[in-house]
């Protein structure tokens, strides 16, 4: 498991988001990594801090989101609504979603300051493939339009929603997920996630995939065991506990006080081809 800050680190602890972070609030969960990054637990931070650091910044966040195939039609209209209702809420976002039917992509009703660009993407035979070649779809939209108007893109899994409020205290150089399924795991048996992060340079990224690739390989679970790696190269600014992205399947646990964004349950059988 991840080391415990000294409490005198702790205390000066803090970021442009969240001012001083509260760790103390939380004694029963880690929140400082080993390389004395802060796990956002809720309680941990002032929601108005950061939301009143983000205006100052007069920022623009990125969201971008893949529904390709079937994933469109079940989960992209849910996902945006509930984005609208409690995703950065106050500040300007844009929302960049990726598909193979532009036409299909659902009219909603968005917000003052909150945009949504639609961008075209070539659907992948096999769902793997989807899914591996966001990063690459990412990489070019940074170097574009994206890149040019987000000061922070985060980018998630469709076939989820959100249930409270997700704000600027996630935002940072870069930012990783600590997985639902996984964080109470110890290093011999973990699996940590990729379904959200800050971006910052994916090129690493994307070149450990294409090696992969070149060499006919494919990793356990594709894009995710690669940003795992970038990651343990690259450690994130900040770390999202569970509670930023939850599993309802799991059960209550005392430690997940207020879910963020909830994650359908898996429907693969339907959905990948
Ligand atoms: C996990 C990861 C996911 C990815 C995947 C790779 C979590 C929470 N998520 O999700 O980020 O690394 O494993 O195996 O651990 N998509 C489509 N159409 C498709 C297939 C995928 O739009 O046909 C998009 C969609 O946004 C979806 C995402 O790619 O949410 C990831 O695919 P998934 O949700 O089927 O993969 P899953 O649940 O195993």
Redesign the pocket.
């Known amino acids: 498991p991840m080391g415990v800050c000294p409490s005198a680190t702790m205390l000066q602890m803090k970021d442009n988001f969240t001012g001083v972070l509260r760790p103390w609030a939380r004694p029963e969960v880690l929140t400082c990594t080993s390389w004395g990054a802060p796990i956002i637990w809720d309680g941990t931070f002032d929601p108005d801090i950061a939301q009143q650091e983000a205006r100052r910044q007069n920022l623009t966040i990125g969201l971008t ?8 039609e079940k ?1 992209l209209a849910r996902f945006l609504e509930s984005a609208e209702e409690h995703f950065m809420v106050g500040q300007r976002v844009v929302y960049y979603v990726f ?1 193979e039917r532009p036409a299909a992509v659902p009219r909603v009703a968005l917000g003052p300051g909150r945009q949504m660009r639609v961008q075209y993407v070539v659907r992948e035979r096999r ?2 493939d ?3 070649a ?1 990063m690459r779809t990412l990489h070019e939209a940074l170097g574009g339009r994206l890149g040019r108007e987000a000061h922070f893109v985060f980018c ?5 929603h959100f249930s409270s409020a997700f704000g600027p205290e996630a935002l940072a150089e870069s930012v990783a997920q600590l ?2 399924w996984h964080y109470r795991c110890t290093p011999a048996n973990t699996r940590a ?3 959200l992060l800050g971006i910052n340079d994916h090129k690493e990224h994307r070149s450990s995939g294409q090696q992969d690739r070149e060499r006919g390989l494919e990793a356990l ?4 065991s690669h ?1 795992n790696k970038y990651f343990w190269l690259h450690k994130p600014a900040k770390v999202l506990s569970p509670e930023f ?1 939850w599993s309802p399947e799991i059960g209550p646990r005392p430690e997940i006080r207020r879910p963020r964004l909830l ?1 359908a349950p ?1 429907e ?1 059988a339907i ?3």
């Open positions: 989101v893949f529904a390709v195939g079937r994933y469109l989960y598909t769902w793997q989807v899914s591996m966001r998630m899994d469709v076939d989820q997985h639902a996630s990729s379904s679970w594709h894009d995710e940003l992205c994650s898996k693969y959905l990948r081809d």
